[in-house]
């Protein structure tokens, strides 16, 4: 009789342990087909850590390192939101790629070629670094990742979404944080405000960066760009040899915001204001105003150059696509390259207009009736690379060439300009000119068609003028020549100064903020200067001293280091018709404006003009 063999007694099939090559494929064949909402994970995950790597690296130079950053405070949240977007959009065709392949491969290239762009978008923030060295490093963190991700492909998928959640947890919190800090902070501040005549008026203080008083028309210009501010002009008082203190944007501003002049505020190309002064917001605050900055220039009228002191909101960006992209290095790459000259656009992305400035002032307002306030509007659509809108963009650049020549106008050389380039950069800025009036002359129909026009002082100047080739030299902060500090000054102010009045004596823009308390008849000690009242009024005989200054040269220099200030800083004076120009090297120049207003003729080294040297010299030590 056959034995019956049972289950339990049947022979056993040899078992041999798999290779590592086996197990790996194991875990591949087991989990690995990579699906769309994987690589997207996985893109999510590096987008965001990129950009939070962008956030810490600002957040280091500006708290940590004290540095300017030239970033808002908002890129902590918008350049993880950007990034996390802009990677969720790379994720999603690299993810139907490795779906579509079916095979571990497509993932692994996915994976390789999304952390190759977090690590170079990283990277970007380290200029000083080699290409070559950051072609290096980009290569071998997407190897090391990628062959992570091969090994462990469940882990990976579940890292990437725990992180990925994690981060945009992190990104809305601090979004939150920061905006609603702002108008819990806001509210409190306009709260606390000591009650205010509400017969008082508002103050507007609009400053047009980077025009030169022989612009408008009502300074001389014959080809009428400005008939909106030269009409306007008229119902007060034109200076028509008003000086800024300063030919560039910060210690001018600081000045206006101050009335001290530049070498008592440490604002520079580097450092912001100092902390001591105390600035017309903070008086008009502390005298029950409600206060608000609305900025164009998003380097150096921000808030960390110290401005935005005495502000209950100070507005610098928004929340356009544009802006989040500029959040980003790449994005600023992107802008700061040739390719979008070669596509047609030439004009500054993250620029803020006219239109922008006076919509969010006006909505301000609006928003804060029955209490008198003060508000400073900075527009920059004058400032290089010139860029007006449709329709005031007559004379726009003709191809590549000329879009490149006007979007890098600050830094290329211009030994080899022809004149044909120098007419475009020339008429381009008329056109902006043309675009600023425009929208200046709609903010006036809005505040007259809302009852306010009457019952507002509105201050209209300049931070600084432009050079376009007088004494060879191109755009500001590099002389103190009259196309830089030769600046327009309008104060109107109806029951408060006359109207169609000309004030031809030399006055400083360093005394606006005595203006304006005198015209609203508030004291302030820590506020210095002298009313300007004084000069329309007759009250005053003898010429004031109008100090301006240049401490340091800009760092990028706009001619190549052949301008006045590499010579070290310079200081000048002007008193009556003459004005005095001295360098730290001891050059030293002097002009008489009524007889040379190009300031061509220099009488400093003349025998007969010795006295008249003596005279500013004095005057300028006295001054500072």
Same mark, same amino acid.
């Given at each position: 009789m056959s034995a019956t063999i049972t289950p339990t007694e049947a022979p056993e099939t040899p078992v041999h342990p798999l290779t590592e090559a086996e197990t790996r494929w194991t875990s591949l064949r087991s989990g690995a087909r990579w699906r769309v909402r994987d690589i997207v994970w996985i893109a999510a995950c590096i987008g965001l850590a990129a950009g939070w790597i962008e956030s810490l690296y600002w957040c280091a130079k500006s708290f940590v390192l004290g540095g300017f950053t030239y970033v808002h405070e908002d890129i902590f949240w918008m350049s993880p939101l950007a990034h996390l977007v802009a990677f969720v959009i790379i994720g999603i065709p690299l993810g139907c790629v490795a779906q579509r392949a079916a095979h571990p491969v497509g993932g692994m290239f996915s994976i390789v070629i999304l952390t190759m762009a977090g690590a170079m978008c990283a990277l970007l923030l380290f200029p000083q670094l080699h290409f070559a060295a950051q072609l290096v490093l980009t290569v071998g963190a997407a190897t090391q990742l990628g062959r992570w991700c091969e090994q462990h492909p469940l882990h990976a998928r579940k890292v990437a979404r725990r992180s990925s959640i994690a981060l945009v947890g992190l990104t809305a919190v601090t979004a939150v944080g920061q905006v609603g800090f702002r108008l819990a902070i806001e509210h409190h501040d306009l709260a606390a405000l000591s009650p205010a005549d509400s017969r008082k008026p508002d103050v507007l203080l609009l400053v047009l960066d980077t025009?030169?008083?022989?612009?408008?028309?009502?300074?001389?210009?014959? &080809?009428?760009?400005?008939?909106?501010?030269?009409?306007?002009?008229?119902?007060g008082v034109v200076f028509q040899q008003a000086s800024s203190t300063a030919s560039w944007t910060l210690p001018a501003t600081a000045s206006m915001m101050t009335g001290r002049l530049p070498g008592e505020l440490s604002a520079d190309w580097l450092t912001p204001m100092s902390e001591s002064p105390r600035t017309l917001a903070e008086t008009l605050r502390d005298n029950?105003?409600?206060?608000?900055?609305?900025?164009?220039?998003? *380097?150096?009228?921000?808030?960390?150059t110290g401005l935005a002191r005495g502000f209950a909101r100070y507005d610098t960006h928004s929340y356009t696509l544009e802006e989040f992209v500029g959040c980003t290095a790449l994005g600023r790459a992107l802008f700061f390259s040739r390719l979008l000259p070669g596509l047609g656009c030439y004009s500054d992305p993250v620029r803020r207009s006219a239109t922008d400035i006076n919509n969010r002032y006006l909505a301000w307002a609006d928003a804060h009736p029955g209490r008198p306030h003060f508000a400073f509007l900075n527009y920059l659509d004058a400032h290089d690379p010139y860029a007006a809108p449709a329709p005031f963009n007559v004379h726009r650049p003709a191809g590549t060439?000329?879009?490149?020549?006007?979007? #890098?106008?600050?830094?290329?050389?211009r030994d080899s300009l022809t004149s044909s380039e120098k007419d475009l950069a020339r008429n381009a800025y008329t056109d902006c000119l043309r675009y600023l009036d425009d929208e200046i002359g709609r903010l006036i129909d809005a505040l007259?068609?809302?009852?306010?026009?009457?019952?507002?002082?509105?201050?209209?100047?300049?931070?600084?003028?432009?050079?376009?080739?007088?004494?060879?030299?191109?755009?500001?902060?590099?002389?103190?020549?009259?196309?830089?500090?030769?600046?327009?000054?309008?104060?109107?102010?109806?029951?408060?100064?006359?109207?169609?009045?000309? !004030?031809?004596?030399?006055?400083?823009?360093?005394d606006l903020p005595a203006t304006v308390l005198d015209l609203l008849d508030i004291a302030d000690a820590d506020i210095p200067g002298r009313s300007l009242a004084g000069v329309w009024s007759?009250?005053?005989?003898?010429?004031?001293?109008?100090?301006?200054?240049?401490?340091?040269?800009? !760092?990028?220099?706009?001619?190549?280091?052949?301008?006045?200030? #590499?010579?070290?800083?310079?200081?000048?004076?002007?008193?009556? &018709?003459? *004005?005095?120009?001295?360098?730290?090297?001891?050059?030293?120049?002097? #002009?008489?404006?009524?007889?040379?207003?190009?300031?061509?003729?220099?009488?400093?080294?003349?025998?007969?003009?010795?006295?008249?040297?003596?005279?500013?010299?004095?005057?300028?030590?006295q001054a500072l």
């Open positions: 025009v030169r008083a022989d612009a408008l028309g009502a300074y001389g210009a014959t &080809d009428d760009p400005t008939p909106n501010l030269d009409e306007f002009a008229r119902r029950g105003y409600a206060t608000a900055g609305f900025v164009a220039n998003y *380097k150096y009228a921000t808030a960390e060439d000329e879009r490149s020549l006007m979007r #890098f106008w600050w830094f290329i050389s007259n068609a809302r009852g306010r026009l009457d019952e507002t002082i509105i201050i209209i100047t300049a931070d600084h003028g432009e050079h376009f080739g007088e004494h060879d030299l191109w755009l500001h902060g590099n002389s103190l020549y009259d196309p830089l500090v030769h600046v327009p000054l309008m104060v109107i102010a109806p029951g408060h100064a006359p109207s169609d009045e000309s !004030i031809a004596a030399p006055v400083s823009t360093a007759g009250a005053e005989t003898e010429p004031r001293a109008v100090i301006s200054e240049v401490v340091t040269p800009p !760092i990028t220099p706009p001619c190549q280091g052949a301008s006045p200030i #590499f010579r070290g800083s310079m200081q000048s004076v002007r008193l009556g &018709d003459l *004005k005095y120009i001295r360098n730290e090297d001891g050059g030293e120049e002097l #002009f008489n404006i009524a007889a040379d207003p190009d300031e061509l003729t220099n009488l400093a080294a003349q025998p007969e003009r010795h006295d008249d040297l003596q005279r500013m010299r004095a005057a300028l030590d």
